[in-house]
């Protein structure tokens, strides 16, 4: 029976607060292989509870059981495993980079890492992500230059971006990886926008739209699904819901939809949910339906289940809105673990091999980490020219613009 009262604003409040015991008792967790796996082409209308399930591949044993398993390799896992540990690496490093004042802001990863880094090896050469800022591990499986990341974080006289952009706010062209925004939401669109130009274009690259639970509050995240479901564009839009925007939980967003993927269910896309955590369902539901773009047959929407370990950024206090102890709580685990279990059960990975690993990546790490800073960090060493304000903007300099870098001397 649903409660009624009279009268006054109804405004959704988490289960727990700060010192209260975690609860994620309401999050209902399939037995792993139990999703069925339907054909690439299906009607979307056939799959409409998938938008209220959740795809998992590996179960509690660390076995990949079920329909969606079989997508990858040993050799495709290992490779992986390593780039979420290079991910979880280049995190802690630029973490104590900024507390130790070499740059003024960062955003972690820990506990996602697994979404970007298998999403990204779906995908081919030519498509492109619109990321968020918690998207890095598609630059790093994509094997772009970690010094160039460090560059960009540092706004030193090496960051590809010359300083115009926020850190962590990369943008690399030829790796697939549209200019970050920090006006949340923009991307979602433009996504489906370049998708579209795609398609006029008869060509075969696809895009891919990211956004988080808390920003899919934004205008801009319903055009995308009108603009999307009306004219079948090539994309992939993906909804990474880590529990937690800055320090809002996901209720405030989801509203009583009772989950994300099933804002798509109203504008006729296939919506999908799955384990965020488990590297080989990410990767699977991702060539799925990136293989269903490009052939085709339209967008597909889908909702990573996560949780966001971290603070939102370090500028942010999560003991002040969550228990201290919940992430100690969520019950999909650790990607990292859980991959390199899996590992060790089909034999070809250890215990052993894994601490020498995390050595080899913390050293290969370190020693771009040292690379960059010969470069400069935030206040010390080299930095962008003055002069690279005025250029890149326009293909002829207005005269306006000349006469003021000539005033400025540079």
């Known amino acids: 029976m649903v409660e009624t009262r009279k009268g006054g604003l109804f405004v959704p409040e988490p289960e727990v607060r700060p010192g209260g015991q975690p609860d994620f008792s309401k999050v209902k967790i399939p037995r792993a292989g139990s999703v069925e796996r339907p ?245 699977a539901v991702a060539k799925w339906a990136v293989e269903r773009a490009r052939m085709g047959l339209g967008a597909t929407l889908v909702e990573y289940v996560t949780y966001r370990v971290g603070a939102h950024s370090t500028s942010d206090d999560p003991s002040a809105y969550r228990p201290k102890t919940e992430s100690d709580n969520w019950p999909l685990g650790d990607p990292v673990i859980r991959l390199k279990n899996h590992l060790i059960r089909r034999g070809v990975w250890t215990d052993d091999r894994h601490k020498q690993a995390e050595a080899e990546v913390l050293d290969m790490v370190i020693t771009a980490q040292k690379e960059a800073e010969k470069h400069g960090t935030l206040h010390a060493g080299g930095r962008p020219s003055a002069r690279d304000m005025f250029e890149g903007v326009y293909a002829e300099m207005p005269p306006h613009l000349r006469r003021q870098r000539q005033q400025a001397g540079v």
């Open 39 to 283: 054909p690439v082409d299906v009607d979307p209308a056939t799959i409409r509870d998938m938008a209220f399930s959740i795809i998992r591949v590996l179960n509690r044993d660390g076995e990949a059981v079920g329909p969606w398993a079989g997508t990858l390799t040993d050799e495709e896992l290992l490779e992986g495993l390593k780039h979420m540990m290079t991910l979880r690496s280049f995190d802690a490093r630029m973490q104590m980079a900024q507390r130790q004042g070499k740059t003024s802001f960062y955003m972690q990863h820990m506990g996602e890492e697994a979404v970007s880094c298998a999403f990204r090896r779906a995908m081919e050469p030519g498509d492109m992500n619109f990321p968020t800022y918690r998207q890095a591990g598609l630059l790093i499986a994509g094997d772009y230059p970690m010094v160039d990341m460090m560059n960009q974080i540092y706004s030193n006289e090496a960051d590809p971006l010359k300083g115009r952009q926020l850190p962590i706010m990369y943008s690399a062209k030829d790796h697939g990886f549209f200019s970050i925004s920090g006006n949340l939401g923009t991307q979602f669109i433009q996504s489906v926008g370049w998708a579209m130009a795609s398609a006029i274009k008869n060509d075969s690259r696809i895009a891919a739209g990211w956004i988080g639970d808390g920003s899919t509050a934004e205008s801009d995240f319903h055009a995308a699904l009108v603009f999307a479901s009306t004219y079948r564009a090539p994309v992939v839009l993906n909804i990474v819901n880590n529990q937690w925007a800055i320090s809002t939980f996901q209720g405030i967003a989801r509203g009583g939809a009772g989950t994300f993927a099933a804002r798509g269910l109203g504008f006729g896309l296939p919506a999908l949910r799955v384990d965020g955590n488990d590297y080989l369902a990410v990767h």
